[in-house]
């Protein structure tokens, strides 16, 4: 099983981006996909979270209201689209997989994870 990212790049302050998370491989019936960013030398921040069983959602203040995370409709890939991104936006984004359907933001309570993908938000 492996959980996939796709979609990072450079933008300027401001734009946007959307990325992506394969799950096509978990199988499980009822789990919770999050994702998660992390800068050089700080711990790795839970953002945004999404339940597969109702497609309920949880988000970290620090993203709340510019950053969304959804579901396909064949529940394959998991996005987060990113709006009014500014350069405290800059990080490596993670996708998780918790085997659990519960809305948590904790990197400890995930325990699949993607590889990781860079988004850079700079004039």
């Known amino acids: 099983v492996q959980l996939v990212e796709s979609g990072g790049g450079l933008v300027q302050p401001g734009g946007s981006l959307r990325l992506s998370c394969d799950v096509s491989?978990?199988?499980?019936?009822?789990?919770?996909i999050a994702w998660f960013r992390q800068v050089p030398e700080k711990e790795r921040e839970g953002i945004a979270v999404?339940?597969?069983?109702?497609?309920?959602?949880e988000y970290a203040d620090s993203v709340k209201g510019r950053f969304t995370i959804s579901f396909d409709d064949t529940k394959t890939t998991v996005y987060l689209q990113l709006n009014s991104l500014k350069p405290e936006d800059t990080a490596v984004y993670y996708c998780?997989?918790?085997?659990?359907?519960?809305?948590?933001?904790?990197?400890?309570?995930?325990?699949?994870w993607g590889q990781g993908t860079q988004v850079t938000v700079s004039p």
């Open positions: 998780a997989a918790d085997y659990a359907d519960l809305l948590r933001l904790d990197p400890t309570d995930y325990g699949l």
């Open positions: 491989g978990f199988s499980f019936d009822d789990y919770a």
């Open positions: 999404i339940s597969s069983s109702d497609s309920t959602t």
